[in-house]
């Protein structure tokens, strides 16, 4: 699947709706958490990157421009290449502050204080549940309680 977005000038600039940018690098989860989003909010707006890398870079290219910032970040932490917490950090570094969701299988401990130690609000482990999810969501006024 590659980059769901192959134009890194894509915006998430309809900000009457939801925006939300999912990072896994199995194309079956990005897909899987695309529909589920859209499940929760028919208009949401959806942007997926199979690598840190790719969306760190649609980030920096968007940071300037608030309204083009996504909502909520979807984020694996254990990728090939640049994980989840390389990524946590550099958004630390670029002062880039967004709702982000820890989504992984690893059920460490460990790796939930340190991903909310470098900025993430929330942590849920694989698999995920539209209740889960929509829990995480209201968490971040993104969706009425």
Not at 27 to 37: K, P, R, T, V, Y
Not at 110 to 129: D, F, H, M, R
Not at 131 to 144: C, E, I
């Amino acid at each position: 699947m590659n980059e769901v977005s192959k134009d890194l000038s894509f915006s998430f600039s309809l900000k009457n709706c939801l925006s939300v940018l999912i990072i896994d690098d199995e194309e079956e989860q990005l897909s899987f958490l695309g529909d589920l989003i859209k499940n929760i909010d028919h208009e949401a707006r959806v942007v997926s990157f199979q690598d840190c890398r790719s969306a760190l870079i649609h980030l920096l290219e968007n940071m300037h421009y608030n309204e083009t910032l996504p909502d909520m970040i979807v984020l694996d932490l254990l990728m090939p290449g640049m994980s989840g917490f390389d990524f946590l950090e550099k958004l630390e570094k670029f002062e880039i502050q967004l709702n982000v969701i820890i989504l992984t299988a690893s059920t460490d401990v460990q790796n939930e204080l340190v991903s909310k130690l470098c900025g993430a609000k929330e942590y849920i482990t694989k698999p995920v549940s539209m209740a889960k999810l929509q829990t995480a969501m209201k968490s971040f006024g993104l969706l009425k309680v």
